[in-house]
C-alpha cells in the first residue's frame, strides 16, 4: 500500500516538473527565427542605356505625371493625411519652439 | 535646417533640370542611385523622412550646385557641435561646450576674414541658443535673459559681418537666404525665451517682429522659392500672434498651394508638430482657419483643379 503510495506520488511530482519545465520552455523560446529577419533591398531602377521608342518614352512620362499628382488623392475626404507608408516619424516635443538654422 | 524636401525642390527648380537630368545627375554620383518613385515622393511629401543614401546623395548635388559661402572647416565645426549638442550618452557634455565656446570666443577675435567672423559668431549664437529652453523651463530667468541676450549679439554680428562683406565689389557676394536664416535665428531667440501661452502678449517678440519686417521678407523669400513650407508655417504662426487675418490667409494658402495635406491642421510634416497642436496657432484657428473656410479652400482647390483638367483635355 505505502509502495503504491510512493509510486503515485512520485508520478504526480514527475507530471509537475515536466509541466513547469514545458512553461519555461515556451516562454524562452524566441518569436521568429533569426534566418527569417532579412529585410528586402529597395528596388532600384537603372537606365539600361539602350535607346526607348517614343511611345514607350511617352508612356513613361504620363506615369510619372501620375507618380507626381497622385499625392492628392492621396488625402482623405476630410483631408487627413494617410500615413500608411510608415515614414510619417513623430518626434518627441516639448514645445512648438522655432528651430535655429544654419 | 534645410530639409531634403527643400533641395531637391531647390535642385528642380533650376533651369535644365527636368527629371530625366536630375536622375542622370544622381546617377553619376552613385552607382545605387535612387529609385524614381522614391524620388518623386520625397518631391511630394513634406512629412517623408528620407533615409541614409538618400540624403547622402541630395546633399552631394545641392552641394555641388549650391556651394556653401562659409568655409569647409567652419562648417564642419558646427556640424561637430550639432552632434556633440544632441548627444544624449555624452558625459560632461556642458563642460566640453562650454571648452569649444572659450575657443570660439578667442578665434572670433583673432580673424581678419569678414565670412569666418560671420560663421564662428553664428556657432556662438547657436550654443547661446540652444541652452535658451532649459533655462525657460526652469525658471532660471536671469541666465535666460542673458544667455537670449548674447545669443541675438552674436547673430547680429554675423549679419553684420556678411553685410561689410557684400559691400565689397570684388568678392562674391552671399545670398539673401544666409541673412535670412541668421535674423531668422534673431526672431526664434526671442520667441523661444517666452512660454508658450504667454507669447502672444509678448511686448519684445511683437516690437522685433514689427521691427524686423519679419512678415515681409517671410513673403519675399516664398515668392522666390515656394516650397519652404517651414517659412510659410512660421509666417502663419507669426500673422496668428499679431492677429493678422490677412497674412494668415496669406502664408495657409502657401502652404495649401504647396501640398494639400495642410488643408487638414493635423497634418504633421517632418519634425514639426501639427498646427492645431501649436498653441501660437490659436487665434488663426479660432478665427480665420475655421471648418467653413477650410472647406471654401478645399472646394477652391478642387475647382482649380478640374479647370487644369479640362485645359489639358
Known sequence: MVRRMRKIRSLVLLSMISIVLLIGGCATAPDVDERERISSPEPSTQSIGVSEPDDLKAEKLQARELLLEDSESEVGSDGAASSVDGVHEKLERQSDDMERLD | ?313
Open chain 2, 1 to 313: 535646417m534645410t530639409t531634403v524636401f527643400n533641395k531637391i525642390h531647390r535642385l528642380k527648380q533650376q533651369p535644365g533640370w527636368t527629371w530625366d537630368h536630375f536622375l542622370t545627375e544622381i546617377d553619376k554620383c552613385s552607382v545605387a542611385g535612387i529609385d524614381e518613385k522614391t524620388l518623386y515622393s520625397h518631391y511630394r511629401e513634406p512629412h517623408k523622412k528620407p533615409n541614409g543614401h538618400l540624403e547622402k546623395l541630395i546633399n552631394q548635388l545641392h552641394d555641388d550646385c549650391f556651394p556653401n559661402p562659409f568655409s569647409e572647416d567652419l562648417n564642419r565645426l558646427m556640424r561637430l557641435y550639432n552632434h556633440l549638442f544632441s548627444c544624449k550618452k555624452h558625459i560632461g557634455k556642458e563642460k566640453d561646450i562650454q571648452d569649444l565656446e572659450f575657443f570660439l570666443q578667442h578665434q572670433s577675435q583673432r580673424e581678419d576674414d569678414l565670412l569666418r567672423i560671420s560663421r564662428l559668431h553664428w556657432l556662438l549664437g547657436n550654443i547661446e541658443f540652444d541652452r535658451i529652453p532649459l533655462y525657460r523651463d526652469n525658471g532660471m530667468l536671469d541666465q535666460l535673459a542673458l544667455c537670449k541676450q548674447q545669443a541675438i549679439n552674436h547673430y547680429q554680428k554675423s549679419v553684420s559681418a556678411i553685410e561689410a562683406h557684400n559691400q565689397h565689389p570684388a568678392q562674391a557676394a552671399v545670398g539673401t537666404s544666409h541673412l535670412y536664416k541668421a535674423r531668422h535665428n534673431i526672431l526664434a531667440c526671442y520667441l523661444n525665451a517666452v512660454p508658450q501661452a504667454s507669447r502672444s502678449k509678448d511686448a519684445d517678440i511683437i516690437n522685433y517682429l514689427k521691427a524686423s519686417n519679419y512678415i515681409a521678407m517671410s513673403k519675399q523669400t516664398l515668392d522666390a522659392e515656394p516650397f519652404q513650407w517651414t517659412i510659410a508655417r512660421n509666417g502663419l504662426r507669426f500673422s496668428s500672434l499679431i492677429e493678422n487675418e490677412v497674412d494668415v490667409k496669406w502664408f495657409f494658402m502657401a502652404l495649401v498651394s504647396l501640398s494639400r495635406r495642410f488643408l487638414s491642421l493635423d497634418y504633421e510634416p517632418l519634425n514639426h508638430g501639427a498646427i492645431s497642436d501649436g498653441e501660437d496657432f490659436h487665434w488663426a484657428i479660432d478665427n480665420v482657419l475655421t471648418s467653413d473656410y477650410l472647406a471654401s479652400v478645399k472646394v477652391a482647390i478642387q475647382e482649380k483643379g478640374n479647370g487644369k483638367a479640362h485645359e489639358k483635355n
